[in-house]
C-alpha cells in the first residue's frame, strides 16, 4: 500500500523497514522510480523519494577543496512535495507492491539526500542521469553531479539509471552542443 507524501520535510526514522532512497526530479524520474521499485522489491525494502527544492548554487572549490556556494532562495515556507511528483512516483511504482514515502527537502541535493540516507539507515541510492541539453549541462556544470558527488562523500551503493542512452560513436550528453 502505498503511503501518502510527508509534508513535514523530516525523513523516516531508523528502525523502520529497510529503506532505498531515490532522487526525483520531474517526469523523467519515472524511470528511475521503476528501477528503484525493483530493487526494492527484490531486497524487500521501501522507497524513500526524496525532492529537492535546491536553495544553493555551488560557485566554485577552494584550493583546500572545499566548495563555496550562494543561497538562491530565502527559506520562508516548509519544504513540499508536488503533486505532480506524486502522480510520477504513482505510475513508477506501478503494481510493484513496494510501499513508499514522499520526503520534501530544501537545499543542497547531495547533502540533502545522504542526510535522509543517514535518517532511515538506507540500503542504496537510486538516481537518474541528467537529461541532455544546455539547461541541464549548465546545471551540472556549476554544481557537479549528484551521483558523483555522492560517490564520493558516503559509504552507501548507487545505482545510476540512465536517462538518455547514447551510441558509442555519439557524443556523450555534455560533449554535444547542448541542442538535444
Given at each position: 500500500?502505498?503511503?501518502?507524501?510527508?509534508?513535514?520535510?523530516?525523513?523516516?526514522?531508523?528502525?523502520?523497514?529497510?529503506?532505498?532512497?531515490?532522487?526525483?526530479?520531474d517526469?523523467?524520474?519515472r524511470?528511475?522510480?521503476?528501477t528503484?521499485?525493483?530493487?526494492?522489491?527484490?531486497?524487500?525494502?521501501?522507497?524513500?523519494?526524496v525532492?529537492?527544492?535546491?536553495?544553493?548554487?555551488?560557485?566554485?572549490?577552494?584550493?583546500q577543496?572545499?566548495?563555496?556556494?550562494?543561497?538562491?532562495?530565502?527559506?520562508?515556507?516548509?519544504?513540499?512535495?508536488?503533486?505532480?511528483?506524486?502522480?510520477?512516483?504513482?505510475?513508477?511504482?506501478?503494481?510493484?507492491?513496494?510501499?513508499?514515502?514522499?520526503?520534501?527537502?530544501?537545499?543542497?541535493?547531495?547533502?540533502?539526500?545522504?542526510?535522509?540516507?543517514?535518517?532511515?539507515?538506507?540500503?542504496?541510492?537510486?538516481?537518474?542521469?541528467?537529461?541532455?541539453?544546455?539547461?541541464?549541462?549548465?546545471?551540472?556544470?556549476?554544481?557537479?553531479?549528484?551521483?558523483?558527488q555522492?560517490?564520493?562523500?558516503?559509504?552507501?551503493?548507487?545505482?545510476?539509471?540512465?536517462?538518455?542512452?547514447?551510441?558509442?560513436?555519439?557524443?556523450?550528453p555534455?560533449?554535444?552542443?547542448?541542442?538535444s
Amino acid at each position: 500500500m502505498n503511503a501518502a507524501p510527508e509534508q513535514s520535510g523530516d525523513a523516516p526514522r531508523s528502525g523502520e523497514a529497510r529503506q532505498i532512497v531515490v532522487g526525483v526530479v520531474d517526469e523523467r524520474s519515472r524511470t528511475v522510480i521503476q528501477t528503484a521499485a525493483q530493487y526494492a522489491k527484490a531486497f524487500h525494502a521501501t522507497l524513500t523519494c526524496v525532492y529537492v527544492e535546491s536553495t544553493m548554487l555551488a560557485l566554485g572549490e577552494t584550493p583546500q577543496g572545499s566548495l563555496y556556494a550562494a543561497g538562491l532562495a530565502a527559506e520562508i515556507d516548509e519544504p513540499f512535495f508536488p503533486d505532480d511528483l506524486t502522480k510520477v512516483i504513482e505510475e513508477g511504482v506501478g503494481t510493484t507492491g513496494v510501499t513508499w514515502k514522499a520526503v520534501p527537502r530544501r537545499g543542497t541535493p547531495t547533502v540533502e539526500l545522504h542526510e535522509v540516507a543517514e535518517d532511515v539507515d538506507a540500503l542504496m541510492f537510486v538516481l537518474g542521469t541528467r537529461k541532455p541539453g544546455l539547461r541541464d549541462s549548465m546545471r551540472e556544470f556549476i554544481n557537479g553531479s549528484v551521483a558523483t558527488q555522492l560517490s564520493h562523500k558516503q559509504v552507501r551503493p548507487i545505482v545510476v539509471v540512465p536517462l538518455c542512452v547514447v551510441g558509442h560513436d555519439d557524443d556523450l550528453p555534455w560533449m554535444g552542443d547542448g541542442q538535444s
